[in-house]
């Protein structure tokens, strides 16, 4: 039987080519030099089977031409069904079912057509509307179970929704029953409340939701009329696939159609694309409407993320316009990630700025790497270097510097709360220096968070317990392991599944289940906590009550009732290679901390509706940082050594509004631990913080306890969250007014054993000191304007002293020196 319809489907294909039709069809006519000539033009999905005289099916046509650009063409060419007694298609391509059989359906425009085999049985069998499946998604894709809308907790109006149908008994009850039943009508649907509200018919705090002509109204219509039944049983939904894959558009066919079916638990699909509800990554490139149909407004790449209930998929889409001026550049092979980031920009038409000259690249690698200016014998030497590795060299002897450890750190206390207000100061003090005794012996990072994880014992003498005095529940565990080892912000899916995201309230508890044992005592000395575990202990699940066995976010079920430890198991899922999170995870935050950006942008926020700017960047660069032992020194030294890194700060003409692809260096501002010490090492000066020892620099202070106004100001984090976010870097007025007349700057500047001081009582001339105070402050001889500007400027004074004030208060004020470029 199937070989049979195998060959009776491909002789109705083969006969579409041979024998159009010549009555009318519902398409405009197009022009055929609008579609062009094409190389080859297919039509998908191919061999579809529509089950039930409420099936469809959305076709889409896609063209490749002589230069290898793929264009849609869906709604270019016109579309006719052989077979209209089996069945019909509309003018955007979707097949409506009329009577058991196979029809073929074709796009045509001219000489340009294709055609696909549709198959439709069942017609004659009564299959009512899904509650589940069609209802729900239908409501969801109007937006009525939204968060602005009846999906809020308290609903809206006195009508409550669960956000996005994740409760669907509750739904079915609201609907059906809810408020004496008087929402839906079946002896005349078309009276029915959830019906005439969307359409407008009586007052609607929401607005306008559907029409008459669509999908949706259809569906609901349908499901009242037929009693509004609830099918709890029916074959779940599994997977959502859309189609087409990731494509690239070209000048001027900016439009995309897509397709999304969904794969049922009993091997069936169906087309859902018209109850499915979309979004762009990004609105300002391009949007999606109701019916999958993408037009792009400017160049650009977006994430079209379609939901179906809990179901999530997404498709890139890019779109190129042609630039002139812009001329290819050779992509190099010897670095992995010049490789990527220029194969990309040679993609998006987006040429790189020329390298950064030596004393731009050793001012900046040296704050990036070790949180310090350098200094001008450091400068002088660097210079005078013959050597074609003189960079390299600079590279590796940093990554030995015992401040290349003060300032990492620095980072990685930030995101893990190292926080004298939450573990006590002995607590944030012995933390701090676990992770700094890590990273002096370059531990893998996949150890340092395994043993973060499994810890055990007193937060004092095992440091590595204070990560659960800081998550002392199993849902704070979640959120903080998630987001820091993970990139993933979970939390939504505490009270409901995730609105946007394929995380569910399952999701959450399943990876809550870990951390259900984990307990903790006093020690046996004051403020200290001993970590331990018991030996029962679940959670459970609050929608259902029922206890969650422990299972990997993404990945499988981890429950051995024989295991002392589930952590173990989560440890070694989280940083093997099944998790498709951990390194990329782990390189992006890397990656964000010497460049500026993330691949990834927030860097702690991967999700489908987030896509990395540069997936081959990310992949590749994980590769090598999995190959190389997941070692953070070697991963910071292929990141710096790379041309991407080295790039000038100074835009070209082709380049200056990109803020993605990484053509040009990002300025920005420095970190508050690091501007503070080069204000002091430009005044040669000390500041005192808390109880620590004098002459501990900003990066070097272990606990995030310790208050000091400057460093608030400039955005110091309380580290209180584990995201990267509680640390701002835009600069404010506040921020202006510490620069201008606070109290640390002045002190500093007027310090009587300072540089300033120092200056102004030696023999050196103005222009003497002028030079000398450009090359600490901003790694560079002043230009000749500068020079007599500022010689002018400090003439001006009776006080030597003074005048050397003005010269440095000028320099650190500048943007030059505030930002790291």
């Known amino acids: 039987m199937i070989a049979g319809r195998t060959k009776r489907l491909r002789a109705l294909a083969v006969l579409s080519f041979l024998v159009l039709p010549t009555h009318p069809t519902r398409g405009a006519e197009v022009p055929p030099?609008?579609?062009?000539?094409?190389?080859?033009?297919?039509?998908?999905?191919?061999?579809?089977?529509?089950?039930?005289?409420?099936?469809?099916?959305?076709?889409?046509?896609?063209?490749?031409?002589?230069?290898?650009t793929v264009r849609?063409?869906?709604?270019?060419?016109?579309?006719?069904?052989?077979?209209?007694?089996?069945?019909?298609?509309?003018?955007?391509?979707?097949?409506?079912?009329?009577?058991?059989?196979?029809?073929?359906?074709?796009?045509?425009?001219?000489?340009?057509?294709?055609?696909?085999?549709?198959?439709?049985?069942?017609?004659?069998?009564?299959?009512?509307?899904?509650?589940?499946?069609?209802?729900?998604?239908?409501?969801?894709?109007?937006?009525?179970?939204?968060?602005?809308?009846h999906g809020t907790p308290n609903g809206k109006g006195g009508f409550r929704l669960s956000l996005r149908g994740y409760l669907p008994d509750q739904d079915y009850f609201t609907l059906s029953r809810g408020s004496g039943g008087r929402r839906i009508n079946p002896i005349a649907?078309?009276?029915?409340?959830?019906?005439?509200?969307?359409?407008?018919?009586?007052?609607?705090?929401?607005?306008?939701?559907?029409?008459?002509?669509?999908?949706?109204?259809?569906?609901?219509?349908?499901?009242?009329?037929?009693?509004?039944?609830?099918?709890?049983?029916?074959?779940?939904?599994?997977?959502?696939?859309?189609?087409?894959?990731?494509?690239?558009?070209?000048?001027?066919?900016?439009?995309?159609?897509?397709?999304?079916?969904?794969?049922?638990?009993?091997?069936?699909?169906?087309?859902?694309?018209?109850?499915?509800?979309?979004?762009?990554?990004?609105?300002?490139?391009?949007?999606?409407?109701?019916?999958?149909?993408?037009?792009?407004?400017?160049?650009?790449?977006?994430?079209?993320?379609?939901?179906?209930?809990?179901?999530?998929?997404?498709?890139?889409?890019?779109?190129?316009?042609?630039?002139?001026?812009?001329?290819?550049?050779?992509?190099?092979?010897?670095?992995?990630?010049?490789?990527?980031?220029?194969?990309?920009?040679?993609?998006?038409?987006?040429?790189?700025?020329?390298?950064?000259?030596?004393r731009s690249f050793i001012r900046r690698v040296y704050l990036d790497t070790i949180g310090t200016l350098p200094q001008p014998d450091e400068v002088e030497a660097f210079l005078n270097d013959s050597a074609p590795d003189r960079r390299a060299k600079v590279i590796d002897q940093l990554l030995m510097r015992s401040e290349f450890y003060d300032l990492w750190s620095l980072k990685f206390a930030d995101i893990l709360r190292s926080n004298g207000r939450l573990i006590q100061s002995k607590g944030a003090i012995a933390f701090s220096r676990w992770i700094r005794s890590n990273l002096e012996r370059d531990v893998p990072l996949n150890q340092f968070v395994q043993e973060l994880l499994t810890a055990n014992g007193s937060a004092f003498s095992h440091p590595a317990a204070n990560y659960y005095r800081l998550s002392r529940t199993p849902e704070s565990a979640v959120e903080a392991t998630a987001q820091l080892f993970m990139g993933v912000r979970i939390q939504c899916a505490k009270c409901h599944n995730h609105p946007f995201e394929r995380w569910t309230q399952d999701d959450y508890y399943g990876l809550a289940a870990f951390f259900a044992r984990v307990r903790q005592k006093k020690g046996t000395q004051p403020d200290d906590v001993v970590v331990y575990l018991?030996?029962?202990?679940?959670?459970?699940?609050?929608?259902?009550?029922?206890?969650?066995?422990?299972?990997?976010?993404?990945?499988?079920?981890?429950?051995?009732?024989?295991?002392?430890?589930?952590?173990?198991?989560?440890?070694?899922?989280?940083?093997?290679?099944?998790?498709?999170?951990?390194?990329?995870?782990?390189?992006?935050?890397?990656?964000?901390h010497l460049l500026g950006r993330g691949i990834v942008e927030p860097v702690d926020d991967f999700r489908d509706s987030n896509p990395a700017s540069n997936d081959e960047l990310l992949d590749h660069l994980t590769a090598e940082f999995v190959s190389q032992g997941f070692s953070l020194k070697k991963l910071i030294r292929s990141i710096l050594l790379s041309r991407t890194y080295q790039l000038s700060d100074q835009v070209n003409d082709l380049n200056g509004d990109d803020n993605v692809y990484f053509s040009h260096a990002y300025s920005k501002l420095l970190p508050a631990e690091v501007l503070l010490d080069a204000i002091s090492t430009?005044?040669?000066?000390?500041?005192?913080?808390?109880?620590?020892?004098?002459?501990?620099?900003?990066?070097?202070?272990?606990?995030?306890?310790?208050?000091?106004?400057?460093?608030?100001?400039?955005?110091?984090?309380?580290?209180?969250?584990?995201?990267?976010?509680?640390?701002?870097?835009?600069?404010?007025?506040?921020?202006?007014?510490?620069?201008?007349?606070?109290?640390?700057?002045?002190?500093?500047?007027?310090?009587?054993?300072?540089?300033?001081?120092?200056?102004?009582?030696?023999?050196?001339?103005?222009?003497?000191?002028?030079?000398?105070?450009?090359?600490?402050?901003?790694?560079?001889?002043?230009?000749?304007t500068e020079l007599a500007t500022m010689l002018e400027h400090m003439r001006g004074f009776e006080d030597r002293r003074e005048a050397v004030e003005d010269l440095v208060w000028v320099l650190i004020n500048s943007k030059e020196f505030l930002y790291r470029r």
């Open 33 to 68: 030099a609008a579609v062009g000539s094409p190389t080859s033009v297919a039509v998908e999905p191919q061999g579809s089977l529509l089950r039930g005289a409420h099936a469809t099916q959305q076709l889409i046509v896609s063209a490749t031409y002589a230069d290898r």
């Open 72 to 149: 849609d063409l869906t709604h270019a060419l016109k579309w006719v069904s052989l077979n209209p007694n089996i069945a019909t298609v509309t003018a955007k391509g979707r097949v409506e079912p009329r009577g058991n059989g196979s029809a073929v359906i074709v796009a045509r425009a001219g000489s340009v057509e294709a055609s696909a085999v549709v198959t439709v049985e069942g017609m004659e069998k009564s299959v009512p509307a899904s509650f589940r499946y069609e209802v729900i998604p239908a409501i969801s894709q109007a937006g009525c179970n939204s968060g602005a809308c």
């Open 189 to 358: 649907p078309e009276t029915s409340l959830i019906l005439r509200k969307p359409l407008g018919e009586l007052p609607h705090e929401g607005g306008l939701r559907l029409t008459r002509n669509s999908t949706i109204y259809e569906i609901l219509y349908r499901w009242i009329n037929e009693g509004a039944k609830d099918d709890p049983t029916a074959p779940a939904a599994v997977r959502l696939e859309v189609r087409p894959g990731a494509r690239v558009l070209n000048d001027p066919f900016r439009t995309q159609q897509i397709v999304a079916i969904v794969h049922m638990s009993d091997g069936s699909t169906r087309d859902v694309t018209p109850i499915c509800y979309y979004n762009s990554s990004n609105t300002e490139i391009a949007d999606v409407d109701p019916e999958g149909l993408v037009t792009f407004k400017t160049r650009g790449e977006v994430a079209i993320i379609s939901h179906y209930l809990d179901l999530v998929a997404n498709v890139r889409l890019t779109f190129l316009v042609d630039v002139p001026g812009f001329k290819l550049v050779d992509v190099p092979q010897d670095s992995v990630i010049d490789k990527a980031v220029i194969t990309k920009l040679n993609l998006m038409k987006i040429s790189p700025s020329e390298p950064s000259g030596d």
């Open 534 to 592: 018991t030996r029962t202990g679940d959670v459970r699940q609050p929608r259902t009550g029922q206890v969650v066995k422990p299972k990997a976010l993404g990945g499988p079920i981890l429950d051995d009732p024989k295991a002392a430890d589930r952590r173990l198991a989560l440890a070694s899922w989280l940083t093997g290679s099944e998790n498709p999170f951990f390194a990329k995870s782990l390189v992006n935050r890397v990656w964000y």
């Open 682 to 784: 430009v005044t040669s000066t000390v500041t005192k913080f808390g109880d620590l020892p004098k002459g501990y620099r900003a990066t070097q202070i272990p606990d995030g306890k310790i208050d000091d106004a400057f460093l608030k100001t400039f955005g110091r984090p309380a580290r209180d969250i584990a995201c990267e976010c509680e640390r701002e870097s835009d600069s404010n007025l506040a921020q202006a007014l510490q620069l201008i007349g606070g109290a640390t700057v002045n002190e500093k500047l007027r310090h009587d054993s300072g540089r300033v001081a120092a200056l102004a009582k030696s023999s050196k001339s103005l222009e003497e000191i002028t030079r000398e105070v450009y090359l600490i402050a901003l790694t560079r001889e002043p230009t000749a």
